[in-house]
């Protein structure tokens, strides 16, 4: 399986919103609701901030929403902190127990 | 509060060998199916292997099947790898993962593995 595809860096400045696209194919994204984000700041590891595809673990901010239209997922952060400033990757099941992860998107917070 | 630790990483000579633990806490370890997911540096992610909650199924992504072995002990609830004929590419950072419901819930910071000579 190829990785998803996102784009390789998106920026807004405090208090706006960005929208990440993460870009698959009928063979997972498309297929299942099984769509997940995670976050990743530098030397840390990945923290879930989605999973099937818009519903949101406790403790993470309402301020990230996440949506899909046919092969294609999006990740939404509005009101724009400098916190959000992290790498994000998407995660699509794949069927029989795989998974693909996303290109990753650096966001800057300008 | 959920905690997992990897540990074994390290520097290795191509053709060598490392393995790998995780040590998880916090959660119901024996219900997680467990994955090893790594990343190079600078890149994204790759999901290596993946055991289920008993131990009696595992998957290998193809490019080291063959060569790295998953297991787990319940009892300790500890997740391994076995990572053996070790190449310049499988260097990255290794990462424990636990996943349910299909979403990978829990992550460890991960540990450096570096395949050089």
């Known amino acids: 399986q190829s990785a998803l595809t996102q784009p390789v860096s998106v920026s807004g400045s405090p208090g706006q919103s960005l929208t990440i696209s993460c870009t698959g194919s009928?063979?997972?994204?498309?297929?299942?609701?099984?769509v997940s984000w995670y976050q990743q700041h530098p030397g840390k590891a990945p923290k879930l901030m989605i999973y099937?595809?818009?519903k949101r673990p406790s403790g993470v901010s309402d301020r990230f929403s996440g949506s899909k239209s046919a092969n294609t997922a999006s990740l939404t952060i509005s009101g724009l902190q400098a916190e959000d400033e992290a790498d994000y990757y998407c995660c699509a099941y794949g069927g029989g127990s795989t998974y693909v992860f996303g290109t990753g998107t650096k966001v800057t917070v300008l | 509060e959920v905690h997992l630790v990897e540990s074994g990483g390290g520097l290795v000579q191509p053709g060598g060998s490392l393995r790998l633990s995780c040590a998880a806490s916090?959660?119901?370890?024996?219900?997680?199916?467990m994955y090893w997911v790594r990343q190079i540096p600078g890149q994204g992610l790759l999901s290596v292997s993946r055991?289920?909650?008993?131990?009696?199924?595992?998957v290998y992504a193809d490019s080291v099947k063959g060569r790295f072995t998953i297991s787990r002990d319940n009892a300790k609830n500890t997740l391994y790898l076995q990572m053996d004929s070790l190449r310049v590419e499988d260097t990255a950072v290794y990462y424990c993962a636990g996943e349910t419901a299909y979403t990978f819930d829990y992550w460890g910071q991960g540990t450096l593995v570096t395949v050089s000579s």
């Open positions: 099937e595809g818009s």
């Open positions: 009928s063979r997972d994204v498309g297929k299942y609701d099984y």
């Open positions: 916090g959660f119901s370890f024996s219900s997680y199916y």
């Open positions: 055991i289920n909650g008993d131990a009696s199924a595992t």
